[in-house]
């Protein structure tokens, strides 16, 4: 069995990682960190200083705050302390975000051969790796078998033919479809997951194949739902062990509960409803390993998108303006990830002396994408205050299923030209200072961080 559980995890309960060897992780290393203070409108500041600063900015832009990648991996650890994190690579594949995940002690879902070049590039051992698509090509097989990764998943019998063809020392975690529906924002149960009754029969032709069926996994649904539905999930994943053993095949050890977590009090809510399942169904199970694959959790709010205003049309008292990022950019996840989003005025071209707007008029408002199709509108009735062309609107919450969709559909290079990176206070809540530097292969310093 590969080694699934990192020991850089393992060792983040006894000690948290330095601030220096985050900062020093392959796909940061080199680049320009900016400390926010601690103060509420500090991300705001910071996007206010980089515009006003370099006025002919590329937009549209994004920030990643390390300091809140950091924090929900020690919630993670805190709230679900015998499950491993594997980050779904799929929501956000930002190599800065995997790097210092990887830092901390995450593994890695992958769901292809390119996220899998994408973590092994930053020097994760392919140990770390899960190869958690049920229905792969036989290319991306043969190439996992080539770098090493060894763990997949599989519901179907011609996956099994797939795998023993081509990459016959693959240990197996049978996919199986959660008994109860969680309501969760995107089902994927329609599309992945044996049924009970078709179990025993993919059991026992995995067996007859001479490939090893390490575990079990499900997937809920992705975007919170009904923590109940780990329940019915786990105590299913048991019986698929028991099913196992009755075959005469090797005891199982490895239950994969998914992903589809998000942060704040459903996150709380679903870690006692797993961590009360997982003892109930697997309270006497010796030596079992628990992965989970986060990655919402984790991406949605660590990022926010900056857009221009390109564009504005007056009609009455209704304001529409067009952005330079839309439903076939980075906001495409109005679309396909059922997001309800926000924005921010920065008016430096027609506020310059309060950007935020801070009690001005607001009139009903639209917002469109850049693109020449209709169905490109990103927001309708939402209240903003007078903007002009070269103002810019900010989107917090935007790092899930966002710029890993996005298109160049019209010609238009819809995603986010650039990432800057940014460190809040909340990880280090208690040290009054702290100075960290890392230094570029020229020689300079270039991140320098304090309180």
Request: charged share 20%; glycine share 8%.
């Amino acid at each position: 069995m590969p080694t699934l559980v990192s020991e850089a995890f393992q060792a983040r309960s006894a000690e948290a990682l330095s601030l220096k060897r985050v900062f020093s992780a392959s796909g940061i290393k080199g680049k320009r960190i900016t400390a926010l203070s601690p103060k509420q409108n500090a991300l705001t500041d910071f996007i206010q200083t980089l515009i006003a600063e370099n006025p002919d900015i590329d937009s549209p832009f994004g920030v990643l705050d390390l300091g809140v990648a950091m924090d929900l991996m020690d919630k993670w650890a805190t709230k679900l302390p015998t499950v491993q994190p594997f980050y779904a690579v799929k929501c956000n594949p930002n190599l800065s975000l995997i790097g210092a995940l990887a830092t901390l002690g995450a593994s890695f879902d992958c769901a292809s051969k390119a996220e899998i070049e994408a973590v092994l590039s930053l020097g994760v051992s392919p140990d770390r790796i899960i190869y958690a698509n049920p229905c792969k090509s036989a290319s991306h097989i043969r190439y996992a078998a080539t770098v090493g990764v060894k763990v997949t998943t599989y519901d179907s019998k011609d996956e099994v033919e797939k795998i023993r063809k081509y990459h016959p020392t693959c240990e197996l975690l049978l996919r199986i479809k959660p008994p109860q529906e969680s309501g969760a924002r995107c089902s994927l149960d329609l599309k992945f997951g044996a049924l009970p009754e078709e179990v025993p029969e993919l059991l026992s032709v995995a067996h007859a194949a001479g490939l090893k069926v390490t575990g079990v996994s499900f997937h809920i649904g992705s975007g919170g739902g009904d923590a109940q539905a780990y329940h019915g999930a786990i105590s299913a994943a048991k019986s698929v062990f028991d099913a196992a053993s009755r075959l005469g095949m090797p005891r199982m050890r490895v239950l994969d509960i998914g992903g589809g977590f998000t942060s704040g009090p459903m996150f709380d809510a679903a870690a006692m409803k797993i961590n009360a399942a997982i003892q109930d169904s697997f309270g006497n199970e010796e030596e079992l390993v628990v992965i989970g694959e986060p990655g919402r959790y984790i991406a949605e709010t660590a990022f926010t998108l900056a857009t221009k205003v390109v564009g504005k049309r007056v009609r009455g008292e209704l304001r529409e303006y067009w952005i330079d990022d839309g439903i076939y950019g980075t906001l495409n996840n109005i679309l396909f990830d059922h997001a309800t989003v926000t924005c921010m005025p920065l008016a430096f071209t027609s506020k310059p002396e309060d950007p935020s707007c801070r009690d001005f008029k607001t009139y009903s408002s639209t917002v469109f994408g850049p693109t020449c199709d209709s169905l490109d509108t990103v927001l309708t009735d939402y209240q903003l205050p007078e903007l002009q062309t070269n103002d810019f609107l900010v989107f917090p919450n935007m790092g899930a299923y966002t710029t890993s969709c996005s298109t160049n559909f019209n010609g238009f290079s819809s995603s986010v030209n650039s990432i800057f990176l940014a460190y809040s206070q909340p990880y280090r809540a208690g040290t009054e200072h702290v100075l960290v530097e890392s230094q570029a292969e020229d020689g300079r310093f270039l991140n320098v961080f304090c309180s």
